[in-house]
């Protein structure tokens, strides 16, 4: 592992993050291969760059967040998050670095829920609960990729489809996932889903960050700061109370 810095209308779920307006300055994505799943599967890398230099790894597999370069206070380009190498490191020794979550990022206790009446039963991959989606969620699929223009500038858009009863959940649940570096080098992350029929969905990003850049150590001098009036209790199981 890389020690790296880290409803109008049923049916229709939208989460966006940074509503703020902005124009991307001269950038570019760019393709190439990066490797191939266990089971054959074709995995693309895309480089994100803003004019001012940011750039932002993504591949299609889990359409996970491998680097995020940015300068820090010198103006030292490094690599803020944690990630692998390669496509079998992250099949077999990643814990959720970079990914998307889905399709219920966090845990569902005793790997089931109910809903209009009617209990579904998930798979238990995190001792009787249900974690990220199950065994195998949205971060173990191959995500289709294509550039799109935005709000925010020009962006790479994520894809994938899940079938209804796909790792339990109801509802065909179409999901767009969209990342735009922007002209004032934010990393913006758009999540759009929609669904054939009453469902759960949570989906967001599991990067890890070091700030201090790439194998630079702990985290442990790091301080984060939430804006929120409130946060949700857990019991020892990471279950809300």
Known sequence: MRTGGKSG???????????KDMN?????????????????QSVDEYTLVNGNGIEVKVITLGGIITSVRVPDRNGKLDNIVLGFD?????????????????????????AQFTLNGKTYQLAANNGVN???GGAKGFDK?????????????????LTYTSPDGEEGYPGTLAVTVTYTVTADDGLRID?????????????????YFNLAGNGAGTIYDHVVTIHAEHYTPVNENLIPT
């Open 130 to 132: 249900s974690l990220h």
């Open 24 to 40: 991307m300055s001269a950038g570019s994505i760019t393709k190439r291969f990066y490797g191939t799943t266990a089971d054959g």
């Open 86 to 110: 390669s496509v079998g490191d992250y099949e077999t020794k990643s814990p959720y670095c970079g990914c998307i979550t889905g399709r219920y990022a966090n845990r569902i206790a005793n």
């Open 191 to 207: 999540y759009h889903a929609t669904t054939d029929q009453a469902t759960a969905v949570n989906l967001t990003n599991h990067s």
């Open 9 to 19: 209308k049923l049916g229709e779920i939208f989460m966006d993050y940074n509503q």
């Open 141 to 157: 699929r191959v995500w289709q990729a294509s550039v799109v223009e935005g709000a925010a500038g020009k962006g790479l858009a």
